[in-house]
């Protein structure tokens, strides 16, 4: 079993930057795949951004590549996003998930955190 919890959201200006962690337990991270994903008010939740374990590939979606950056630090089982030049359409609740298979399909993860909200002010 593992648990996710997810740190770091807040209200920010446009333009302005978050970094978000989600600090895993419960069990090794080792060879776990890990994503973010978000869901806005009134819509369903997207993926955002994934990272492999055995590689460290990273892919994003196409409405943050080049803003967000995924990453992870093996030796503390957490997994962060840098989120820059934020938009008010990045508004939402983040969640962290993680699992052994890979894309951003949400049934290929196993494991969820409860999320974090981020807001971003017009």
């Known amino acids: 079993q593992v648990q996710l919890v997810e740190s770091g959201g807040g209200l920010v200006q446009a333009g302005g930057s978050l970094r978000l962690s989600c600090a895993a337990s419960g069990r090794t991270f080792r060879g776990y795949n890990m994503g973010w994903f978000r869901q806005a008010p009134g819509k369903e939740r997207e993926f955002v951004a994934g990272?492999?374990?055995?590689?460290?590939?990273?892919y994003y979606s196409d409405s943050v590549k080049g803003r967000f950056t995924i990453s992870r630090d093996n030796a503390k089982n957490t997994v962060y996003l840098q989120m820059n030049s934020l938009k008010p359409e990045d508004t939402g609740v983040y969640f962290c998930?993680?699992?052994?298979?890979?894309?951003?399909?949400?049934?290929?993860?196993?494991?969820w955190g409860q999320g974090t909200q981020v807001t971003v002010s017009s």
């Open positions: 998930a993680s699992g052994l298979r890979y894309g951003s399909a949400q049934n290929l993860y196993d494991y």
């Open positions: 990272i492999r374990w055995s590689s460290g590939l990273t």
